[in-house]
């Protein structure tokens, strides 16, 4: 578990928001605040992409820290249909934050295996 002390310490970055449709909210100055964070000796950070539909929410959030294994970025994702409480549908462990060739910034080295985007690209 996360000590409160160094959820409490943590920088806040923006959230940012996409959809309905072309909806975009919260620009990429929220990615480049966790990437910053990340190159930066892995500062403790926090950051939420949220991504709507007509009733839906889903909303990821991402939590780094220094830790005893360096750096670790903790991931939940959680998904509503309106007017409905989140449910949980994936927790990940991730150990490194990272720029794409393509310009996407991306959490990869994650248990379970996967790449989970910052942007919603």
Do not use: W
């Amino acid at each position: 578990m996360l000590a409160l002390a160094t959820v409490l310490a943590a920088t806040q970055c923006q959230a940012r928001s996409v959809g309905p449709g072309s909806l975009r909210r919260g620009g990429t100055s929220g990615v480049d605040c966790m990437l910053a964070a990340y190159r930066d000796d892995c500062r403790s950070a926090g950051y939420t992409l949220s991504s709507f539909g007509v009733d839906t929410v889903q909303e990821v959030t991402f939590r780094m820290i220094h830790g005893a294994n360096g750096c670790t970025v903790y991931i939940t994702q959680s998904f509503r249909v309106v007017p409905q409480q989140p449910r949980v549908n994936g927790r990940f462990i991730c150990h490194r934050i990272r720029k794409t060739t393509a310009g996407d910034v991306v959490a990869d080295r994650c248990t379970p295996a996967k790449t989970i985007s910052l942007t919603s690209r």
